[in-house]
């Protein structure tokens, strides 16, 4: 399945994966993919996305890659208008960056959560060790 973390006028929170545009950008070889008119893509012209609500046209999808470079999604744009021109330079330029500090926030969160969660296990280290100790120290007669 693919989720959509975020979106905005889109309905539905997720699609089946065989249905999504962005698992073409992460297969592509390119560093974004854009289709211009979604009916007349090959790749897309009988997908129930285009075909059906929500009648998507126009595709736009930068990969989100980790630092070990594994494309964990996409960041994309979709309109139910095409746009036959597709995107021009600059818009390529900021969806490139906008991925890219996409991925920044996600690598923070996850270097955040890793930090919290060796504190714990510190903490609990040290509370098992204080309630181990005492019976360590007991002599047996």
């Keep these: 399945r693919q989720w959509f973390m975020s979106n905005r006028g889109l309905g539905g929170r997720e699609t089946p994966r065989s249905l999504a545009f962005c698992a073409h950008a992460i297969m592509s070889t390119q560093d974004l ?11 897309f012209m009988n997908n129930a996305l285009v ?15 980790c630092p070990e470079g ?25 969806l490139r960056e906008l991925a890219g500090m996409v991925m ?4 923070s969160r996850k270097e955040e959560l890793e930090r919290v969660s060796a504190d ?18 007991i002599e047996l007669n």
């Excluded at 075909?51 to 890659?65: E, M, N, V, W």
């Excluded at 920044?104 to 690598?107: C, E, P």
Aim: charged residues 20%.
């Design 51 to 65: 075909t059906s609500d929500p009648h998507i046209r126009f595709y736009a999808g930068a990969p989100l890659i």
């Design 120 to 137: 714990q296990s510190r903490t609990i280290a040290c509370a098992a060790h204080d309630l181990l100790t005492p019976l360590t120290s």
């Design 104 to 107: 920044d926030a996600m690598v």
């Design 70 to 94: 594994y494309k964990l999604g996409t960041l994309c744009v979709i309109d139910r208008k095409p746009r036959p021109n597709g995107l021009n330079l600059m818009e390529k330029q900021n």
């Design 33 to 43: 993919l854009v289709v211009p008119n979604a009916t007349l893509d090959p790749r």
